[in-house]
Structures are given as structure tokens and as C-alpha cells.
């Protein structure tokens, strides 16, 4: 029964998160592309694949929660494993590469940043969403785990996790836009703007294997053999 109460309130969390994502890919592209800056269109991209994750995310608790039929008699349970790669896939396809090509591109043609100050304001306010939507995810995660590790370890929420790990690593990610654009305002070198887009490629690059980690043992553990993490230690136990 707690895992059902923690199951909708963070499919509460994830919703919140889809519109707040939207919102912030609309503002951040329109800036990036007047500003010419690679770093913040990159950072722009991964907000829109945020966007397509937490899509991909709610398809997936939509459809876990569908009643046991004749051809599905034990429920939709795995739907939201399913889904939650997708999420993943999407991430490899469209943060990875499309930040790689832009680094490289900003490089190669070196183009002069404009409006610092909007880009500026832009990152500050993304990093402040970033870590209102990450704490309000560790506070859901602990609602009934004593700590991250417990949560990660026993808890059955994918979702949860999934985002967790995605919008951690997008505030760090945030962060390190706002410090390359500030870095760039000082030097006006566009190789630091290149740098800041590339380096937008190996966070995603690391969050898509700590999903992956994720998303591959619960499904092994919760799914292909029917246990939840809780019932392995007690057959160890036994």
C-alpha cells in the first residue's frame, strides 16, 4: 500500500516537472539562438529532451496503472520499464549527439556571443528550477526511505528514480553553462563556449549509463524473476 501512495505522489512530481521542462525549453532556445552561444543551445537541447523524457515518463505510469486483463492477467506493471528506456534512448539520440556536433561546429566556425546579460538571466533562473524540482524529488524519494541509497535500493518507483538521476545531473549541468557563459563575458573566447557545449555530451553520456544501471537491475530483479528487492534479502536471510 506505501508503494501505490509513493508510486502517485511522485507521478505528481513528474508531471510538475513536464510543464515546468516546457517552459524552460521554450525560453532557453529562443535565447541561445540570438545569443549564438553553443553551451546554452546544448543546455536548451537537454531541457528538450526533458521534455520528451517526462512525456515518455507519464505514458509510462498511465499505462502501468491499466487493470489486469485475459492477455496481461498480473497487470501493466512493466509498461513504466518500457517506457522508461525510451526515455533513456531518447537522451543517447538527441542530447549526446546533437551537443557534441554543435561544440564541434562552434569551433570550427567560431560565432560571437550577443545578449550575455539575457543568457545570463536565463541559466540563473534554470539553475533555480533545477534545484527546486531536484529537492522536491529527494524529499519524495526519503518520504519513507531513511536515505538516498536505501530509496535507490529498495524502493520500486523507476520513474522516480529515473528523473532523480536526470534532473541532478541537469543541475549540475546548469550550473556549469552559467560558469562557462560568465567565463566567456570575461575572455570572450569562443572556445570556452565550445568546451561548454561538448562538455554537455559527457554529462549526458553519464547520466544515460547511471540510467541505464537503474533501469536494468530493477527491471532484472522486480520483473524478470517477479522480486522485489525486499523479498531477495529474505531469501538470503532464509
Known amino acids: 500500500k506505501n508503494d501505490i501512495i509513493n508510486l502517485m505522489k511522485s507521478s505528481k512530481i513528474i508531471f510538475l516537472a513536464f510543464f515546468i521542462n516546457i517552459l ?4 532557453q532556445i529562443g535565447v541561445a539562438l540570438i545569443s549564438h552561444s553553443a553551451s546554452l543551445f ?15 515518463l507519464t505514458v509510462g505510469i498511465i499505462m502501468s496503472r491499466k487493470k489486469p486483463d485475459s492477455f496481461h492477467p498480473f497487470g501493466y506493471g512493466k509498461e513504466r520499464f518500457f517506457w522508461t528506456l525510451l526515455a533513456i534512448l531518447v537522451t543517447i539520440s538527441f542530447t549526446a549527439t546533437i551537443s557534441m556536433l554543435k561544440g564541434i561546429e562552434q569551433i570550427r566556425h567560431p560565432q560571437t556571443l550577443s545578449f550575455l546579460h539575457l543568457a545570463l538571466i536565463v541559466l540563473f533562473l534554470n539553475l533555480l528550477s533545477n534545484i527546486f524540482m531536484t529537492s522536491r524529488e529527494i524529499r519524495s524519494a526519503k518520504r519513507n526511505h531513511p536515505n538516498l541509497k536505501h530509496f535507490f535500493r529498495y524502493s520500486p518507483d523507476i520513474s522516480l528514480k529515473t528523473i532523480l538521476v536526470g534532473d541532478s545531473l541537469g543541475t549540475l549541468g546548469s550550473g556549469a553553462t552559467l560558469f562557462t557563459i560568465i567565463l566567456y563575458s570575461i575572455t570572450r573566447n569562443t572556445f570556452i563556449d565550445a568546451l561548454g557545449a561538448i562538455e554537455d555530451q559527457v554529462r549526458g553520456d553519464a547520466g544515460v549509463r547511471a540510467d541505464l544501471n ?4 530493477e527491471a532484472v530483479e522486480h520483473e524478470v524473476f517477479g522480486l522485489s528487492r525486499r523479498g531477495l534479502d529474505v531469501l538470503h536471510i532464509v
Not at 524552460?24 to 525560453?27: G, M, R, T, V
Not at 536548451?44 to 512525456?55: H, L, P
Not at 537503474?214 to 537491475?217: F, L
Open 24 to 27: 524552460i525549453f521554450a525560453i
Open 42 to 56: 546544448s543546455e536548451s537541447m537537454r531541457s528538450m529532451t526533458d521534455v520528451i523524457s517526462s512525456s515518455l
Open 214 to 217: 537503474v533501469d536494468v537491475h
